[in-house]
């Protein structure tokens, strides 16, 4: 197993007892905390790598080095289930997804449901927990935490170390075009502590995902994958496009044209919000973020062709 993290104090502790006296190995890739996580994942017996932080960090590198270390302690390992700090991996996750794996030889990776630990206590962290509630079956990509295949890894050659966000499925655009599947089951997998609360947050974490969708239709957004490109698609017309038809429109027809064109904008929330398969007031609060998300999703593709343009690396976006 392996776990990344930093500063993430009691969630690691729980995230570590989780899954120590389950897996073979435990390795924890630390970012560069000063919450005394690495002398509390040493004190359970953990193995830590430690990352050298004068190189850019991202949750790519940190995985792919966990791996790593891993594979150089226990190199039969032939299964490994990553974990994010802020996870705590449910009881009998792993006995179900090993199953899954043994009895499916095609299949690179396997998830299950993670939920967020606190649904109740913000809209932010509702908004989590219905966002990965996704279906189940053959699907076309995992999050940071599931149960992968060593073989399909290393002969994808791992994720891509200078991803920022949206590692995950960029990983299994590569695994499928190898010829693995990716599965999610119906089974509860983990519990995530996302602590989110204040809009600034939800703002910095859309952006991020606006971030991946836009290197993610750069990297495989060729048919017949078109990867994120419909998701960006989305973000250019919802926070660009239409915005701009609405000060053409009141500046070449008047403000009644104008209006006409923002209501779109409430009719795109109430198709959304009749379309949803939960409460009426999940479905409302789950449509209006995703269209004002859009927004945020925009800033973030623009900080991508920014960096892309400039040839730099781009930071992490990170909401807490």
Known sequence: MVAIGRNEGERLRRCLESVRQQAAAVVYVDSGSTDGSVAMAQSLGVIVVSLDM???????????????????????????QFVDGDCEVVAGWLPAALAFLQAQPAVGVVCGRRRERHPQASIYNLMC??????????VKACGGD??????????????????????????????????????RLDEEMTLHDAAMH??????????????????????????????????????????????????????????GPALALGALYPLQVARLALKGRRSRRENWLLAGFTVVGKFAELSGQLRFHRDRLRQRSSGLIEYK
């Open 129 to 138: 927990d219905l966002e990965w509630d996704g279906p189940k079956g053959e």
């Open 198 to 255: 204040r809009l600034g947050q939800w703002w910095s974490r859309s952006k991020r995902c606006g971030y991946a969708y836009a290197q993610g239709a750069h990297l495989h957004g060729a048919p017949p994958e078109r990867h994120k490109v419909a998701e960006a698609r989305r973000g250019w017309v919802w926070g660009a496009a239409l915005p701009l038809a609405i000060m053409a429109t009141a500046a070449l027809a008047g403000s």
């Open 54 to 80: 004068r190189q850019p960090f991202t949750a790519a590198r940190a995985r792919n080095e966990g791996l790593a270390r891993l594979l150089a302690l226990a190199p039969q390992v032939n299964r490994v």
């Open 146 to 183: 599931a149960l992968f295949r060593v073989a399909a890894l290393t002969q994808v050659g791992g994720y891509r170390p200078d991803l920022i966000a949206g590692e995950e499925p960029e990983l299994c655009v590569r695994l499928r075009a190898a010829g693995w599947t990716v599965w």
